[in-house]
């Protein structure tokens, strides 16, 4: 089984709706970060938990909030989604400084 | 704002030969750089880290570090055709608070 997970994998949504995005990790690590990677713009960092009551936002944390449930879980929700937001997400862990992170799969969110 | 910044590419390499990625990065308390390849579709995943000046090599990749220049390098020996991916460079601060990544290097190898 994968050590990083998302759900859903590919989701096709409405302007205005709400939508959660998943992220489970068994690889114990602290740290969890959500990206999103956009044409000619890289991966740009929404935001990232050190620990379950540490959650900073990052560069481009408009329109996004975050829940951290649990070590495992980092959950990702667009409260109202508009069609800038059509995306490939990413979700990472890491298991402290100088580590590398490790990506889950991608959900690749479209916005019409 | 810090940057990480890469030529966005295509850089076509033939089958066999050296393929050179570079990146530069501005924030001069950067401690940790790392380089992902990223194949169409799919996530990222680590191919090197490097957090001293120098080369690092491992198998057919090595990287180079130059702090002074704020400057680091992949160099890929023998590409091969499976080589052909997008190639993130990221430097992470000194407190590892956050990684700041490029906009990737289309590496193509050409048969």
């Known amino acids: 089984d994968a050590d990083v997970t998302q759900t859903p994998r590919n989701r096709i949504t409405k302007t205005g709706k709400r939508i959660m995005l998943e992220c489970s990790q068994t690889?114990?690590?602290?740290?969890m970060y959500w990206y999103r990677q956009d044409p000619g713009l890289g991966l740009r960092l929404i935001y990232y938990s050190f620990d379950v009551k540490d959650i900073n936002k990052g560069e481009i944390s408009d329109g996004y909030s975050v829940s951290r449930q649990a070590q495992a879980k980092f959950s990702l929700s667009l409260e109202s989604a508009i069609p800038n937001q059509t995306a490939l997400y990413f979700c990472a862990t890491s298991p402290g400084p100088t580590d590398t992170q490790y990506f889950g799969p991608g959900t690749r969110l479209t916005v019409l | 704002q810090k940057e990480v910044e890469q030529n966005s590419g295509p850089l076509s390499v033939p089958e066999g030969a050296i393929a050179s990625l570079n990146c530069t990065y501005s924030?001069?308390?950067?401690?940790?750089f790392f380089w992902y390849r990223q194949y169409s579709g799919k996530s990222p995943e680590l191919i090197m880290s490097?957090?001293?000046?120098g080369d690092k090599e491992d198998g057919r990749f090595t990287a180079q570090l130059n702090k002074a220049s704020q400057y680091v390098s992949l160099l890929i020996r023998d590409s091969q055709p499976s080589d052909s991916a997008t190639y993130l460079c990221?430097?992470?601060?000194?407190?590892?608070?956050?990684?700041?990544f490029g906009i990737g290097t289309k590496l193509q190898v050409i048969p």
């Open positions: 690889k114990g690590h602290d740290r």
């Open positions: 490097i957090y001293s000046n």
């Open positions: 990221a430097s992470a601060d000194g407190g590892y608070q956050k990684v700041t």
């Open positions: 924030d001069r308390g950067s401690q940790s």
